[in-house]
């Protein structure tokens, strides 16, 4: 027993060193990136003063970092559009496994848990390319409510 649990804690301290070794190379590199874009930065600001003045060459750094500032705040609307998508599907999903849980029930949507999912998907704003997986649970809700009833009502 003392061996298996020997080998574990090795493979378990090796790989711990080599993730450490690889953080610590990844972090030098974005510090040594850095330093570099500084260093490209001063050179184009002093290229930019000595041709066209100091005035022309701040306002050709300031538009450069403008536009990065744009590119990034764009890049981020999208992680958080990516994000939202992501829940309303998750939302979506459970409110889907609520339906098919609810076998034994009378009634799916007097749980609670069911009806506040799919007021969540709802009410969001970003429901239009959810409209088919809505239309497909709403369909399967009444056809389990169809079949429920089918024997009860002798038909």
């Not at 974005?30 to 100091?54: E, N, R």
């Not at 969001?124 to 429920?148: C, E, H, Q």
Request: hydrophobic share 50%; net charge positive; aromatic share 4%.
């Amino acid at each position: 027993m003392g061996g298996m649990f020997e080998r574990i804690t090795d493979r378990v301290s090796t790989r711990l060193a080599e993730s450490t070794r690889i953080v610590g190379a990844t972090a030098l590199a974005a510090v040594l990136a850095i330093i570099g874009a500084t260093f490209l930065c001063i050179a184009g600001f002093v290229t930019l003063a000595q041709h066209y003045g100091t005035v022309a060459a701040a306002l050709a750094a300031a538009a450069l970092f403008l536009l990065g500032a744009g590119a990034i705040a764009l890049y981020g609307r999208h992680l958080r559009a990516l994000q939202k998508r992501r829940q309303l599907e998750d939302e979506a999903r459970r409110a889907a496994e609520l339906l098919a849980g609810a076998r034994g029930r009378d009634d799916p949507l007097t749980d609670p848990q069911f009806v506040v999912s799919l007021a969540r998907v709802l009410r969001s704003r970003d429901v239009l390319p959810l409209l088919p997986l809505v239309a497909a649970i709403g369909v399967g809700l009444g056809l389990k409510l169809r079949r429920g009833r089918g024997p009860e009502s002798g038909g």
